[in-house]
C-alpha cells in the first residue's frame, strides 16, 4: 500500500517562496513518475510539474522558471520549491505517484495560499 504525506503548505505574501515536500512509503518511488497537481476553488485539477524516475522534468508553462521540482530517491521524497509567487498560485496542492496505467496515487493535498 503506498501513501503520500505531503507538507509544506501555508500563507505568504506574493513575491514570497514556500517548499512543499511529499514523503512517500512502499517500494515503488524509484521507478514511478512523481507530480504535483494543484486545484484552484471552481476549477479542474491542473499538472504542475512532474519528474520521471530518469529525472526528466516537465513544468506547466504558467510556473516556468518559478518553481522547481525534485526528488530524493534515498529519501522517496519528492520536492516542489516555488518562488515568485503569485496570487492565482492559491489552490490545494496534491501530490502524485504514478506509472500510468499499472498505478496512481495521490496525496491528500496541502493548501497554498498567496496573498496581494
Known amino acids: 500500500q503506498v501513501q503520500l504525506v505531503e507538507s509544506g503548505g501555508g500563507l505568504v505574501q506574493a513575491g514570497g517562496s514556500l517548499r512543499l515536500s511529499c514523503a512517500a512509503s512502499?517500494?515503488?518511488?524509484?521507478?514511478?513518475?512523481m507530480g504535483w497537481y494543484r486545484q484552484a476553488p471552481g476549477k479542474q485539477r491542473e499538472l504542475v510539474a512532474a519528474?520521471?524516475?530518469?529525472?526528466?522534468?516537465n513544468y506547466a508553462d504558467f510556473v516556468k522558471g518559478r518553481f522547481t521540482i525534485s526528488r530524493d530517491t534515498a529519501k522517496n521524497v519528492v520536492s516542489l520549491q516555488m518562488d515568485s509567487l503569485k496570487p492565482e498560485d492559491t489552490a490545494v496542492y496534491y501530490c502524485?505517484?504514478?506509472?500510468?496505467?499499472?498505478?496512481?496515487?495521490w496525496g491528500q493535498g496541502t493548501q497554498v495560499t498567496v496573498s496581494s
Open positions: 512502499g517500494s515503488i518511488f524509484s521507478i514511478s513518475t
Open positions: 519528474i520521471s524516475s530518469m529525472g526528466s522534468r
Open positions: 502524485n505517484l504514478n506509472r500510468r496505467p499499472s498505478w496512481d496515487y
